[in-house]
Every structure is written in structure tokens, then in C-alpha cells.
Nanobody, 120 residues
Framework: QMQLVESGGGLVQPGGSLRLSCAASGFILDYYPIGWFRQAPGKEREGVSCISASDGSTSYADSVKGRFTISRDRDTVYLQMNSLKPEDTAVYYC???????????????WGQGTQVTVSS
């Protein structure tokens, strides 16, 4: 069974940092583009960042550029989140993408999500 499992969420003060991890079972993570997505209460799920399988190229939503960094090794994809803001509060999901751009309709496998709350 193909699964993704996120970890690393939690409660952090504004300006703080968290590192999320995404691990796979049932398939080799390194073979696929992997994206991070988030969904805040009452809002649609949105793309945060994507990392390719071939050359490790990355992309970011404008709202997180310069603050978040996506990286990967063979078994895990990470999202380093710095300078967190209250508006970053959401459930964060990783997803295995069927295209190079990590568009939501093309995500083939979703994790269960991890809660990130930014609050003082």
C-alpha cells in the first residue's frame, strides 16, 4: 500500500521555525516529484512548494518565498519553515505528484496531514 506520512508539526510563536518531514512507504520517494500543500480552516487547499525528482529543482508559493525551503534525500522530503507568521497556520500535507509542477489535481498519493499553529 502506498502511503505518505508527515511529521514535525506543532505550536510555534510568530517568528519561530519548524521542520516538517514526509516519508513514504510502498514506493520509492526519490522517483517522484513531491509537493507540500496546506489548508487553513474555511479555505481551499493550496500549493506551498514542490521539488522535482530529476534534478531537485524547486518552486514556492509567493507567500512563502524566502522563508520556506524544501529539500529531499532518498527517503524523506523536508520543509524547513522559518520566520513563521500566524497566517501560516494550517494543516500541512505532502503529496506525490503525477506532474512536474505539483498541481493539486495531479496529486496521486496524499499524506494524512500535520497541524502547524503559529500563535503567541
Amino acid at each position: 500500500q502506498m502511503q505518505l506520512v508527515e511529521s514535525g508539526g506543532g505550536l510555534v510563536q510568530p517568528g519561530g521555525s519548524l521542520r516538517l518531514s514526509c516519508a513514504a512507504s510502498g514506493f520509492i520517494l526519490d522517483y517522484y516529484p513531491i509537493g507540500w500543500f496546506r489548508q487553513a480552516p474555511g479555505k481551499e487547499r493550496e500549493g506551498v512548494s514542490c521539488i522535482s525528482a530529476s534534478d531537485g529543482s524547486t518552486s514556492y508559493a509567493d507567500s512563502v518565498k524566502g522563508r520556506f525551503t524544501i529539500s529531499r534525500d532518498r527517503d524523506t522530503v523536508y520543509l524547513q519553515m522559518n520566520s513563521l507568521k500566524p497566517e501560516d497556520t494550517a494543516v500541512y500535507y505532502c503529496g506525490r505528484s503525477g506532474d512536474h509542477y505539483c498541481t493539486i489535481p495531479k496529486v496521486e498519493v496524499w499524506g494524512q496531514g500535520t497541524q502547524v499553529t503559529v500563535s503567541s
